[in-house]
T-cell receptor
Framework: GQQLNQSPQSMFIQEGEDVSMNCTSS?????WLWYKQDPGEGPVLLIA?????ELTSNGRLTAQFGITRKDSFLNISASIPSDVGIYFC??????????FGAGTILRVKS | DVKVTQSSRYLVKRTGEKVFLECVQD?????MFWYRQDPGLGLRLIYF???????EKGDIPEGYSVSREKKERFSLILESASTNQTSMYLC?????????????FGPGTRLTVL
């Protein structure tokens, strides 16, 4: 099936640092979604992107839908301890199914 | 507030047992999904359902079956549990009329098969 390559696999950063992660695919997508999963919980949607080139912010989070429709990135500015968790990208092409990346594990040193 | 609930947060079963994982959503969503989550593999789709009594195989349906008798409830069944089915299981739902393709997730069930 379709696959998304998400990187990095994990990050261990100092509180206050900026974070960047991305997803790439060999297929094009119509929608890119970024989810966060807190420890012991289900994923929660952070940002949704619907147009190629779109740049969207949600507080300290910024995400972009790549112009080729095959990639997306998520940036977190000035990280704080509660940013800890697993971040997933997901792509949507048709129907109601999503394709998920393997996730980026974020750890923050305070 | 949208809500997806799963019957158990933690479950321990023995090899060969029949296991039922239940998921309920209160958002009147048509579509429901079962995923398993394993380290380094992300979320992999097991089965999904577009409507009551409808089901479609996902990417890894082997060893699993599902049941959707009511719109709000989607059950995942492990007919004969095996140790390689030890995993986190996540249920999700979404509206067929939604614009955003956003799937709402339950808290997950961590299943251990001994």
């Amino acid at each position: 099936g379709q696959q998304l390559n998400q990187s990095p696999q994990s990050m261990f950063i100092q509180e206050g640092e900026d974070v960047s992660m991305n997803c790439t695919s060999s297929s094009i997508f119509n929608t890119w979604l970024w989810y966060k999963q807190d420890p012991g919980e289900g994923p929660v949607l952070l940002i949704a992107l619907y147009k190629a080139g779109e740049l969207t912010s949600n507080g300290r989070l910024t995400a972009q839908f790549g112009i080729t429709r095959k990639d997306s990135f998520l940036n977190i500015s000035a990280s704080i301890p509660s940013d800890v968790g697993i971040y997933f990208c997901a792509g949507h092409l048709w129907g109601n199914k999503l394709v998920f990346g393997a996730g980026t594990i974020l750890r923050v040193k305070s | 507030d949208v809500k997806v609930t799963q019957s158990s947060r933690y479950l321990v079963k023995r090899t060969g047992e029949k296991v039922f994982l239940e998921c309920v959503q209160d958002m009147d969503h048509e579509n429901m999904f079962w995923y398993r989550q394993d380290p380094g593999l992300g979320l992999r789709l097991i089965y999904f359902s577009y409507d009551v009594k409808m089901k479609e195989k996902g990417d890894i349906p082997e060893g699993y079956s599902v049941s959707r008798e009511k719109k709000e409830r989607f059950s995942l069944i492990l007919e004969s549990a095996s140790t390689n089915q030890t995993s986190m299981y996540l249920c999700a739902s979404t509206s067929a009329r939604g614009l955003y393709n956003e799937q709402f997730f339950g808290p997950g069930t961590r299943l251990t098969v001994l």
